[in-house]
Nanobody, 125 residues
């Protein structure tokens, strides 16, 4: 599956952004989807994940209550609504896909089957 993330940009602290990830090539609903981010000098980290149907969602503690992950299987698109943004949210955000739930939400970025190119999110103070 090919993934293309978009929607990043520059926003002031407290603002909002909505990221999208368009998928093509395989049956979108066959994959667990996730968002990861990587700040300069840091390792890529899990942000949020969503099950195949969208019935279950998972979040890193740092974004709980501020970010919402969702998916539209009819449109083969993944979303990340980011509210109350903080400067520490600044990073390149990547969408990822894998048929196995634990590879997205538990075991970290290594071994995940598919990645999109990142989109930069910059939050100014």
């Amino acid at each position: 599956v090919q993934l293309q993330a978009s929607g990043g940009g520059l926003v002031q602290a407290g603002g909002s952004l909505r990221l999208s990830c368009a998928a093509s090539g395989r049956t979108f609903s066959s994959y667990v989807m996730g968002w990861f981010r990587q700040a300069p000098g840091k390792e890529r980290e899990f942000v949020a994940g969503i099950s195949w149907s969208g019935s279950s969602t998972y979040y890193a503690d740092s974004v709980k209550g501020r970010f919402t992950i969702s998916r539209d299987n009819a449109k083969s698109t993944l979303y990340l609504q980011m509210n109350s943004l903080k400067p520490e949210d600044t990073a390149v955000y990547y969408c990822a896909a894998d048929p196995i739930l634990t590879k997205i939400v538990r075991t970290g970025p290594n071994g995940i089957d598919y990645w999109g190119k990142g989109t930069q999110v910059t939050v100014s103070s």
